[in-house]
């Protein structure tokens, strides 16, 4: 029995349930385990159910008692420091990024005797390197907090984001530490590819070595999310495996040499790929694996997993968060308990079974290996990224082969670079056709209709847990049909489909409020055809990547048309991104200035009619009227923002933009606003917005606040709250409940 492997399992199931649920009761608790295992040992120990149960207990125990004692030696410190803006310096680890407002970078604060990972936020696009500091007023925000759902941060690591207040000074000289030689030697790594590939090419060759993803367009990027392959760009257990198996053949396969050069070699490349959750995974079991080989023992899989597993949650417990390691952990696990079942069934079938050659043993390997990792990934892809590639098992079974070529290539053109530069180009070149294979059939495959399907339709979700609850039934039937199971399975994605397609339509009126965090896009569906106001958020991509998924889970492919209030990036930002997925036919944007080019990406991307609004406009369609209200000042920033009154037969619903206090009086003044159903919040809540004067003219009875959680604005702002609530307003908050829908 693999007692290793029932314990980590139950380790990790406290983790999960100490990181996720987090609660004062964690030593109680796990003394009642410890005692569970010890009555489970003593009184039936020779039953194997029991056996497990006492390894699961045991695990448990363990787990709740070391999170208890990490919580108070390092988390507390974490704790103590959110929300607090003090002086700090912050050492820089990995070089900075441009974002939306400035530049951000990964550094490392000392807290006590304790050096921490922080995500800084400047408000200035600075370019810095690994070994300056920085040294400031920084305001602290955990990246974690009692009950959240989102952990991705703190499994890297990172426990603290700290926001810029004020000046701050940095030091021009570099104070490197050992720590800081992989990441120059990554980014050194990453510019060398670049040299060498073609400008179409080399951005995907620098993800699929070392997971650099920064240089991959959003188009290329979503297609490959679409098409089911978008793993191979995210460097994993596959890469590591790749990097071994090169090592063993030029080895010569003499077993001390492998591990002599081979060890060292795993853990420098992990250490280059920035020693993410599910690189860090692969390097263990890689490491065990070469210690079985030299040793002469029996490599056990399960057994090694779990010791990968259980090193990891020992260095932090709050890993168990992190998505990739969730997902690493997730597809080894399916490789183990279906692969070889799926394999083996395969090969007996009519169609590929009794095929004797090396293509039939391929195709059944590759089609075995994607449907086991598809078994239990799938949940978690659902829930994080919110999308399930159907089409991604043919995508996979046509390109996998084509990745492992260029990854050798890869690893082959740099290391040639080093010697002749030409030649490295040259080579580079000719494996950029295979990379551009890949690329156009995920691009191909990512349009075949009904290729992917969205969890932001109720149906898809009850489709999926649909699926699932089929499998655990054919699995425990002893006469199992693979065409009966595919059967019930179509079936039920054809009426899901039906009725994520249909349910829109049945209303009179239909006003959905995306969650796209710090930001807005409202979509207005009413007599069968739909209008997208905004498409902003935390970030571009992001905010477009929720709109295509809620469009396109309808069926909606082609939007009637897409207005924008004003042209900042949380409203407008995702606009271009979303352009690309989804087609408009007409687009409504501000007469006022376009510092950002809003308008000039939305020409690049869309062959929609634009109407650049001066004048108020009226689009009327059977018992609808959609009125947009013209801005009233011709500067860029809030108050340039269109206004936006959806009418029908029995609902009227108001749209104020980033409008303040001035430029609402001034839409009460010049119109006669009716009485509101709802009101979208200007500003998102802030208290220089939402008047007074707004609410006693129109009297809404719900109003919706847009809003990220824990932003940094503080939105929304509490006078604002008190304000909607003395006139006996419904709040709904998309920090509170998500994506709102509205229907009458």
């Not at 989102?150 to 530490?177: C, H, R, T, V």
């Not at 968060?321 to 997902?327: D, E, I």
């Not at 595919?486 to 899901?496: E, F, N, P, S, Y």
């Not at 039906?498 to 965090?517: F, K, Q």
Request: glycine fraction near 8%.
């Amino acid at each position: 029995m693999r007692k290793l492997m029932w314990v980590t399992v139950g380790f990790a199931a406290a983790c999960i349930f100490a990181a996720y649920c987090y609660n004062p009761w964690l030593l109680p608790m796990a003394v009642l385990f410890l005692l569970i295992a010890a009555l489970c040992y003593v009184l039936i120990r020779w039953k194997i159910g029991f056996r497990i149960m006492t390894a699961v207990c045991l695990g448990i125990a363990l787990g709740l008692s070391f999170f208890n004692l990490y919580d108070i030696s390092v988390l507390s410190n974490v704790r103590n420091l959110d929300g607090k803006t003090v002086e700090a310096t912050v050492r820089v680890a990995d070089y900075s990024y441009s974002t939306n407002r400035g530049s951000a970078f990964d550094g490392e604060i000392t807290i006590g005797n304790r050096s921490y990972k922080v995500r800084v936020y400047l408000d200035s696009d600075l370019q810095l390197a690994p070994g300056q500091q920085l040294q400031g007023a920084f305001r602290f925000q955990m990246t974690f907090c009692n009950g959240d759902t989102s952990l991705n941060n703190a499994g890297k690591g990172i426990y603290l984001f700290a926001y810029q207040s004020g000046e701050i000074s940095i030091s021009p000289d570099l104070q490197k530490d050992w720590k800081d030689y992989p990441t120059t030697w990554r980014r050194n790594l990453l510019d060398r590819i670049s040299t060498i590939f073609p400008a179409d090419t080399e951005s995907f060759a620098r993800a699929l070595l070392l997971g650099d993803t920064t240089g991959i367009d959003y188009e290329t990027d979503t297609a490959m999310k679409v098409s089911g392959i978008r793993h191979v760009v995210a460097v994993s257990g596959l890469h590591v495996s790749a990097a071994f198996g090169i090592l063993y053949l030029l080895s010569g396969k003499k077993r001390l040499l492998t591990v002599l050069v081979g060890v060292p070699a795993v853990i420098l490349f992990s250490a280059v790929s920035g020693f993410t959750p599910s690189v860090t995974r692969a390097c263990i079991m890689q490491i065990l694996m070469m210690l079985a080989l030299l040793l002469d023992k029996e490599y056990d899989p399960p057994t090694a997993l779990s010791f990968a597993v259980l090193i990891m949650l020992i260095a932090n417990p709050m890993v168990i968060g992190s998505v990739s390691f969730q997902l690493s952990v997730a597809c080894m696990s399916g490789i183990f308990l279906f692969a070889q079942r799926l394999y083996n069934w395969l090969k007996d079938t009519p169609y590929l079974g009794r095929g004797k050659g090396k293509l039939s043993a391929g195709i059944c390997g590759s089609v075995s290996i994607t449907l086991s990792t598809m078994v239990t990934t799938t949940p978690l892809t659902a829930y994080y990224f919110g999308t399930v590639s159907i089409i991604g098992i043919v995508t996979n079974l046509l390109v996998l082969w084509a990745i492992l070529i260029i990854f050798y290539g890869i690893m082959l053109v740099c290391a040639v670079s080093y010697i002749a530069l030409p030649l490295a180009q040259f080579l580079g070149s000719i494996l950029s056709w295979l990379i551009r294979y890949v690329k156009e059939t995920a691009v191909i495959m990512s349009a075949v209709p009904m290729g992917a399907v969205y969890t932001t339709s109720v149906y898809i979700v009850a489709w999926i847990l649909f699926v699932y609850v089929l499998l655990a039934v054919f699995l425990l039937l002893k006469r199992k049909s693979a065409m009966l199971f595919a059967a019930l399975t179509l079936c039920g994605l054809i009426a899901a489909v039906a009725l994520s397609w249909a349910e829109p339509m049945t209303g009179e009126c239909r006003v959905t409020m995306l969650d796209v965090g710090q930001g807005q896009s409202i979509l207005l569906q009413s007599g069968g055809k739909s209008f997208l106001v905004d498409c902003g958020g935390d970030y571009d991509e992001g905010a477009a990547d929720v709109a295509a998924q809620t469009l396109l889970s309808q069926g909606i492919y082609k939007l009637d048309g897409v207005i924008i209030t004003h042209y900042d990036a949380d409203h407008a930002g995702g606009v271009p991104y979303l352009l690309t997925r989804v087609e408009a036919e007409n687009l409504f944007l501000p007469y006022a200035q376009d510092e950002k080019n809003v308008g000039g990406k939305l020409r690049a991307v869309s062959d929609a009619a634009i109407h650049c609004v001066q004048e108020d406009i009226k689009i009327s369609f059977g018992g609808v009227q959609i009125t947009i209200f013209a801005p009233v000042s011709y500067n860029s920033g809030n108050e340039s923002s269109m206004c936006i009154l959806f009418q029908t037969e029995n609902c009227d619903i108001l749209i104020i933009g980033d409008r303040s206090e001035k430029t609402e009086r001034m839409l009460v003044e010049r119109y006669d606003l009716p009485q509101l159903d709802v009101l979208v919040a200007g500003h998102h809540g802030a208290k220089t917005s939402t008047s007074v004067e707004l609410l006693e003219e129109t009297r809404p009875e719900y109003v919706f606040i847009s809003v990220g959680a824990d932003n940094p604005y503080r939105h929304p702002a509490q006078q604002t709250i008190d304000r909607l609530t003395e006139f006996g307003c419904k709040i709904l908050r998309t920090d509170e409940y998500g994506t709102v829908i509205f229907r009458r």
